[in-house]
């Protein structure tokens, strides 16, 4: 086979295989546009977001491979042309926000047999708002260690910064607890 050939058969079979299904993409796209402008949109208020809950929501809806797409080209361009800071004055803190919503997309993805429903429990309820507390922990977590770990500060100095910025995100996680607990089952119902 010429090489041509080979590139067309590879793309054909990337696209039969659903890799390259353009109505993902498309929805990928409204997602990450979803999720940039609610970004924007509440950027003056402290702690209190909804580009995690659009991406886990993308994840939720398109699949693991395609949450980590949306999650991370998202935080890409929000971190990266936020007009209070860029996070591109600050590469590991950038890179950890790039990965932690990567990470969050992905978690959507593998959790759909569970949270992709017409009809929410309270139980189902308690535990989405749970998934939604926990990430919102393990993306504060990656992101606060970003500096000391990039620093090269010692296990305790390393600590202690994290420690001090616990009460600062504890507000961050209560709420997107909150915020998927409400948000997420009322979405779901209109993507199943």
Not at 31 to 58: D, K, Q, R
Not at 64 to 85: H, K, Q, R, Y
């Amino acid at each position: 086979m010429e090489n041509g050939q080979t590139e067309k058969t590879y793309f054909a079979l990337l696209y039969t295989k659903g890799w390259m299904n353009l109505n993902k993409l498309v929805r990928a796209s409204i997602f990450a546009a979803l999720a940039i402008g609610a970004g924007f949109s509440l950027l003056m208020i402290p702690n209190v977001e909804l580009i995690t809950v659009i991406i886990f929501t993308a994840g939720l809806y398109l699949g693991p491979a395609w949450g980590i797409i949306v999650g991370g080209t998202a935080e890409m361009i929000f971190s990266g042309m936020n007009p209070l800071g860029s996070g591109l004055s600050f590469p590991p803190l950038f890179f950890a926000q790039i990965i932690g919503m990567a990470g969050v997309g992905f978690c959507g993805g593998i959790l759909r047999r569970i949270f992709l429903l017409k009809e929410y429990s309270l139980n189902k309820i308690i535990a989405v708002g749970i998934t939604g507390l926990i990430l919102t922990f393990i993306f504060d977590s990656i992101t606060t260690l970003s500096y000391p770990l990039s620093a090269g500060f010692d296990f305790s100095r390393t600590m202690g910064l994290y420690i001090s910025g616990i009460g600062f995100t504890l507000l961050h996680q209560i709420a997107n607890g909150f915020i998927f607990a409400f948000g997420i089952p009322r979405i779901t119902k209109f993507l199943v």
